[in-house]
């Protein structure tokens, strides 16, 4: 089982930007697939973008298209989220969550094992 730590999170003005850091240890494998999830209080967790490490083949939710980009490093142990204009609607906890045991078909409607402490994002307007 991978362990995940997120960093980055912080408070910001509408418009403004951050980025996600999730790093992944793990003593024998490197997750192939890391997904961002993101928790608001009273809502549902929501799948936000998700990046096979193999081949970077990135998704993306529709709330953050545009805005939100996914990267890694070059041991593929690091994964961004780059979030640029930032709404009030993204305010969250957010997750990165790797070890796929469910497919939901598409990694952000899938289930995964390993999971992060979370980072909150705080958007004022």
């Known amino acids: 089982q991978v362990q995940l730590v997120e960093s980055g999170g912080g408070s910001v003005q509408a418009g403004g930007s951050l980025r996600l850091s999730c790093a992944a240890s793990?003593?024998?494998?490197?997750?192939?697939?890391i997904a961002w999830f993101r928790q608001a209080p009273g809502k549902e967790r929501e799948g936000v973008a998700a990046i096979y490490t193999s081949n970077g083949l990135t998704y993306y939710a529709d709330s953050v298209k545009g805005r939100f980009t996914l990267s890694q490093d070059n041991a593929k142990t690091t994964v961004y989220l780059q979030m640029n204009s930032l709404k009030p609607e993204d305010t969250a906890m957010y997750y990165c969550?790797?070890?796929?045991?469910?497919?939901?078909?598409?990694?952000?409607?899938?289930?995964?094992?390993?999971w992060g402490q979370g980072t909150q994002v705080t958007v004022s307007s």
């Open positions: 793990a003593y024998t494998y490197t997750p192939r697939l």
């Open positions: 969550a790797a070890d796929l045991i469910s497919w939901g078909g598409s990694p952000l409607l899938s289930a995964y094992k390993s």
